[in-house]
């Protein structure tokens, strides 16, 4: 009989231990040629922002990234096949502060320049996650509540990046509403801008916004988005450089509730006369505001330009970042500006 209780016990306990942290796969981890690129892989920062959701409801959608310089080789130098190995291949485990939530597996099929980039994107099938077929990425924020988040990206058995986030939660005391409480999240959305250069060669400005008023038509409950104006003026040591493409009329937008909502526009020369290019942001120090209709006072935000280039804020440059794993990716594309002042 104690032999039977002894052995019910370590069983008991080895069950428990496993239901702390969920191994990702029974295999062996997959490792990979980290030597593949000369630079340190990473997320890019505009696809963190549009792919990482936070629904009202309490629900999340985390997809649809762009990772850049991830190995697509393994450490034998064999490639990766990204159907075989997508348990191994490229994953995400969520953590609440420092407990673990969950983690997702992603199809790291599509890929763009010679392998560079590739997008973690959720896979078309389901699979098997603790011995059940799962499929989604969402996280049930009702249960797990408000507070910072971390989404830890793995490629093979290597962690190569971090994004962290906050959850935070508005009520409402409207006993006749349909909805009482509403999830949203805020971090790098609220505090970055960008110039981004297109194809075309054209500049473009962008930042996000959301709301979280509960009833913002008074006359109707189903039309949650918001109607929103803004102005973009640049001015370069002191002058006036660059607005919106149309200077006499301000940008004009509808801001989802609870949802971020990319604002962008095109930009030209103060005087109106020519559509701003990468090419004409001259040596000097720049100074960005925006306005915003519902907004007291203006966002700040800075930036210099020297030897002909925009130069990167710390964050972004990797000869200043202290720490690869989160690292502001702007490709070879985009510049990023904190805010200053608003």
């Known amino acids: 009989m104690n032999k039977i209780l002894i052995s019910f016990v370590v069983l008991l306990f080895l069950a428990?231990?496993?239901?702390?942290?969920?191994?990702?796969?029974?295999?062996?981890?997959l490792e990979l040629d980290w030597?593949?690129?000369?630079?340190?892989?990473?997320?890019?920062?505009?696809?963190?922002?549009?792919?990482?959701?936070?629904?009202?409801?309490?629900?999340?959608?985390?997809?649809n990234y762009t990772a850049s310089f991830v190995p697509f080789n393994k450490a034998d130098g064999s490639a990766v096949n990204s159907n075989y190995d997508q348990a191994e291949f490229l994953?995400?485990?969520?953590?609440?502060?420092?407990?673990?939530?969950?983690?997702?597996?992603y199809s790291g099929g599509q890929t763009f320049d010679n392998n560079k980039l590739r997008k973690l994107n959720e896979p078309r099938s389901r699979y098997q996650k603790n011995g059940k077929f799962t499929s989604g990425t969402n996280i049930d924020l009702k249960k797990w509540g408000v507070g910072n988040y971390r989404l830890e990206f793995l490629a093979g058995s290597k962690v190569?990046?971090?994004?962290?986030?906050?959850?935070?939660?508005?009520?409402?005391?409207?006993?006749?509403?349909d909805l009482n409480e509403m999830?949203?999240?805020?971090?790098?959305?609220?505090?970055?801008v960008w110039l981004e250069?297109?194809?075309?060669g054209n500049?473009?400005?962008?930042?996000?916004?959301?709301?979280?008023?509960?009833?913002?038509?008074?006359?109707?409950?189903?039309?949650?988005?918001?109607?929103?104006?803004?102005?973009?003026?640049?001015?370069?040591?002191?002058?006036?450089?660059?607005?919106?493409?149309?200077?006499?009329?301000?940008?004009?937008g509808k801001v989802k509730r609870a949802q971020w909502t990319k604002m962008s526009t095109a930009m030209k020369t103060a005087d109106a006369k020519k559509v701003i290019q990468l090419a004409d942001f001259t040596?000097?120090?720049?100074?960005?505001?925006?306005?915003?209709?519902?907004?007291?006072?203006?966002?700040?935000?800075?930036?210099?330009?020297?030897n002909n280039k925009i130069v990167y804020m710390d964050e972004q440059d990797r000869s200043k970042n202290t720490d690869p794993t989160r690292l502001v990716e702007g490709w070879n594309n985009f510049w990023w500006f904190k805010l200053e002042s608003k």
């Open 16 to 29: 428990f231990q496993s239901m702390a942290e969920p191994a990702t796969s029974q295999e062996k981890a």
């Open 91 to 105: 994953k995400i485990k969520v953590y609440k502060g420092e407990e673990f939530v969950d983690y997702f597996e």
């Open 203 to 252: 500049m473009v400005f962008g930042f996000y916004l959301q709301h979280e008023v509960f009833k913002p038509n008074a006359t109707n409950a189903k039309k949650t988005t918001m109607d929103v104006s803004w102005t973009l003026n640049i001015t370069k040591d002191g002058e006036p450089f660059a607005t919106q493409y149309n200077k006499k009329k301000p940008k004009k």
């Open 197 to 200: 250069q297109e194809k075309s």
């Open 35 to 63: 030597n593949s690129f000369k630079l340190t892989p990473a997320i890019t920062m505009s696809s963190l922002l549009y792919g990482t959701t936070v629904y009202e409801e309490g629900g999340t959608s985390l997809a």
């Open 283 to 306: 040596d000097g120090s720049y100074k960005i505001e925006v306005k915003v209709d519902n907004e007291d006072a203006a966002r700040i935000y800075k930036f210099t330009v020297a």
């Open 183 to 192: 999830y949203l999240s805020r971090g790098p959305w609220n505090k970055y």
């Open 160 to 177: 190569f990046y971090n994004f962290d986030f906050e959850v935070y939660k508005v009520t409402n005391d409207d006993a006749y509403a």
